[in-house]
């Protein structure tokens, strides 16, 4: 099991960012990820161009967004961003992509939800091909390519891995038909996460997003959903607080399902919390080993 740090992205301080990752640079984590969250009221940094700043700041660390929702995106442009972040951040970036469950914005992006499962098998064909193939021609339902070029390609070969996030039963075949693994979202309860494992082989590579803060910090965690979310309660829902040894618990509860990447996302006291998860919570969890083991 390996264990990921949440960028601060919300409330965003360049200093903080800065100082935030050059740390978990030095500590044992082994991936810092990114969230994305376009339309909103809560300030949040956009996910691949903070990737791109923390490229610039870690030197070890494998980078990570979960997940773009590509159906609503350009997919040369995003190709191309990806592609770009990929070679300046040496081979270290992980692709999360979803379709997601609202379709409320849709309008905004000149979409209409008629086929946006076929966009996005489209769109994900498309950035595959434009980072494998000198010129890449696809005649699709909604777009059309006629040998389009696209350098540079990514530093991995054949491109970053894609990691699928959603929950529906079709999201999770999907993950399995054209990812490389699976992301589950933060906004997913414990329970319900564990019971869409089972619809994956055993041996697929699993994740999961987990909203959590030491210490008795419920009003806060509220406080951040209601902005992030719009939905204080869900803090109840999906997120865990209190003693090193309840986070423990927790993430032992993942490990016991088959997860073997675990992204820990504090949401205030980025800095301090990434500090006691490192010194208080990691070392209990090498003492604890997995029921499947």
């Known amino acids: 099991m390996e264990f990921a740090i949440a960028i601060p ?11 935030f990752l050059a ?11 990114s969230i994305e969250q376009v339309i909103g009221t809560a300030p949040v940094l956009e996910s691949v161009t903070t990737l791109a700043y923390a490229a610039g700041v870690s030197s070890r660390l494998r980078l990570g967004v979960a997940v773009l929702l590509i159906a609503q995106r350009n997919p040369i442009d995003l190709a191309k961003a990806l592609s770009s972040l990929d070679v300046l951040c040496k081979g270290k970036l992980i692709v999360g992509v979803g379709l997601g469950a609202s379709t409320r914005y849709y309008p905004a992006y000149g979409l209409t939800i008629d086929g946006r499962v ?13 980072w494998t193939e000198d010129k890449v021609t696809l005649h699709g339902r909604f777009s059309r390519l006629d040998g389009v070029p696209m350098e540079p390609k990514p530093a991995q070969k054949p491109g970053p891995p894609i990691w699928f996030g959603g ?12 990812g490389d693994g699976y992301i589950g979202a933060g906004s997913t309860p414990m329970k319900v996460f564990l019971e869409d494992l089972k619809q994956l082989p055993p041996k697929f590579p699993k994740a ?16 951040w959903f209601g902005a992030f979310y719009g939905k204080p309660e869900m803090a109840d829902q999906v997120a865990v607080w ?14 016991d399902g088959g997860v073997s990447h675990i992204l ?4 205030f006291e980025e800095e301090e919390q990434m500090e006691r998860l490192a010194q208080e919570v990691l070392p209990l969890l ?5 029921r499947n083991g």
């Open 208 to 223: 999961k997003r987990l909203y959590l803060a030491l210490g008795d910090n419920l009003p806060r965690l509220r406080q």
């Open 9 to 19: 992205q919300t409330y965003p301080d360049p200093g903080r960012i800065q100082r």
């Open 118 to 130: 076929s966009r996005f098998r489209e769109n994900l064909e498309i950035m595959k091909r434009l």
């Open 264 to 267: 820990l996302n504090p949401v």
């Open 242 to 255: 209190g003693s090193p040894q309840k986070i423990r618990d927790a993430i032992s509860r993942l490990k």
């Open 23 to 33: 740390r978990a640079d030095q500590l044992s984590f082994a991936a810092a990820w």
């Open 286 to 290: 090498s003492e604890v080993p997995s």
């Open 167 to 178: 929950h529906a039963p079709a999201a999770l075949r999907r993950a399995v038909e054209l």
